[in-house]
């Protein structure tokens, strides 16, 4: 009996008939790229005595453009701020200007188009400034994303009438 009723429940069914053609909407989103750098938070360059040198590693700076331009130049700048002890007068204070940057080959690149440091050799360095940037780092040509990391050197020319003392201050790299 239960077998007579499927029977009859499937004669009495209309069969189903798939549809000829069917839609789907589709999204998705595009992202603005952007042209960002990354350089470290804190970098201890060690220590000297008035007259001498300090000369560290700042540490890996990085560039990265996903801006995907079809021309995927820039360039990376650097400035310093003034470096003080204590109170900050004159012998607690170190000028930008008395340190020499010096940005060296890059250690990682990608993309395509040519990365050109700033200073390629420690013979090249420039003395850093508050006002005026410094070019550590240039990308020109090439097309779509791109990245380029170097670890930049530090020297610090310690002024004659220095007082001892740890001193602090900014080193900012920029990139347009």
């Known amino acids: 009996m239960g077998a007579t009723a499927v029977v009859t429940v499937g004669l009495g069914a209309a069969s189903a008939v ?14 603005a790229g952007t042209l960002d750098i990354d350089a470290p938070t ?10 001498g040198t300090i000369t560290g590693q700042l540490g890996p700076v990085t560039v990265t453009d996903s801006r995907g331009a079809t021309d995927a130049s820039w360039v990376a700048t650097v400035t310093a701020s003034v470096f003080q002890t204590g109170g900050g007068t004159p012998p607690e204070t170190v000028l930008p200007e008395e340190i020499d ?17 700033g200073q390629a ?56």
Do not use: M, R
Not at 18 to 31: G, M, Q, R
């Open 42 to 51: 804190t970098a201890d360059l060690g220590d000297g005595a008035p007259g």
């Open 121 to 176: 050799t420690a013979g090249d360095a420039e003395p850093l400034s508050s006002v005026t940037p410094v070019v550590a780092f240039t990308h020109t040509g090439g097309t779509g994303g791109n990245t380029a990391t170097w670890n930049p050197t530090l020297v610090v020319n310690v002024p004659l009438d220095s007082v001892a003392g740890v001193y602090t201050g900014t080193v900012t790299h920029s990139v347009a």
């Open 18 to 31: 798939a549809a000829p053609t069917d839609s789907t909407t589709v999204t998705f989103e595009i992202l």
């Open 101 to 117: 940057y010096w940005s060296g080959p890059a250690t990682a690149t990608t993309g395509t188009g040519t990365f050109t440091p």
